[in-house]
T-cell receptor
Framework: KQEVTQIPAALSVPEGENLVLNCSFT??????LQWFRQDPGKGLTSLLL?????REQTSGRLNASLDKSSGRSTLYIAASQPGDSATYLC????????????FGRGTSLIVHP | DTGVSQNPRHKITKRGQNVTFRCDPI?????LYWYRQTLGQGPEFLTY????????KSRLLSDRFSAERPKGSFSTLEIQRTEQGDSAMYLC??????????FGQGTRLTVV
């Protein structure tokens, strides 16, 4: 059974800092890995999708990397802003055919001015 | 616009009542998933459909829960005889051809 762990569970930083959020998973037989953002009381917004054959994806100030063999992914946020405050969730989809994303518990990020 | 509409957004119900949630993908997608999320946790898989066929159910989906996807378009999730432990956010997701998952805004259920 796939297990996904996200570290740290919570993070509070001043505006302008560069951040690294970590995601690890136990079964390396994955189809892809996806990072989401969730604002309080809202649904999930897709940030980046990395296919198993890829090493990284970039969107604006966000960069996600994937090391499938070691079961790790990192989400790098450059020059953080208060608007980045949210919970960031990592989801891993296995390659077994059912394509069911398995989530970590998320990292709760607060960026203060 | 996530491509998935969920209704209602909020539902407050008394313990023992039945509730039904609806998920409407804006466009056709083969796969539709239901998740449950409690406070401080990540979403937990409940069930998924490929077209109108329900292919997998989590053990979290007790016999009080039933989901349908008639005609392979919208889906409903019904909870019978609600309990306080059912209070959670219920999320619907679709996968596009690249298997990127898109989620709706969720239905927040509060059982009092």
């Amino acid at each position: 059974k796939q297990e996904v762990t996200q570290i740290p569970a919570a993070l509070s930083v001043p505006e302008g800092e560069n951040l690294v959020l970590n995601c690890s998973f136990t079964d390396s037989a994955i189809y892809n890995l996806q990072w989401f953002r969730q604002d309080p009381g809202k649904g999930l917004t897709s940030l980046l999708l990395i296919q198993s054959s890829q090493r990284e994806q970039t969107s604006g100030r966000l960069n996600a990397s994937l090391d499938k063999s070691s079961g790790r992914s990192t989400l790098y946020i450059a020059a953080s802003q208060p608007g980045d405050s949210a919970t960031y969730l990592c989801a891993v989809t296995g390659s077994g055919g059912s394509y069911i994303p398995t989530f970590g518990r998320g990292t709760s990020l607060i960026v203060h001015p | 616009d996530t491509g998935v509409s969920q209704n209602p957004r909020h539902k407050i119900t008394k313990r023992g009542q039945n509730v039904t949630f609806r998920c409407d993908p804006i466009s056709e997608h083969n796969r539709l998933y239901w998740y449950r999320q409690t406070l401080g946790q990540g979403p937990e898989f409940l069930t998924y459909f490929q077209n109108e066929a329900q292919l997998e159910k989590s053990r979290l989906l007790s016999d009080r829960f039933s989901a349908e996807r008639p005609k392979g378009s919208f889906s409903t999730l019904e909870i019978q005889r609600t309990e306080q432990g059912d209070s959670a956010m219920y999320l619907c997701a679709i996968l596009d051809q690249g298997t990127e998952a898109f989620f709706g805004q969720g239905t927040r259920l509060t059982v009092v």
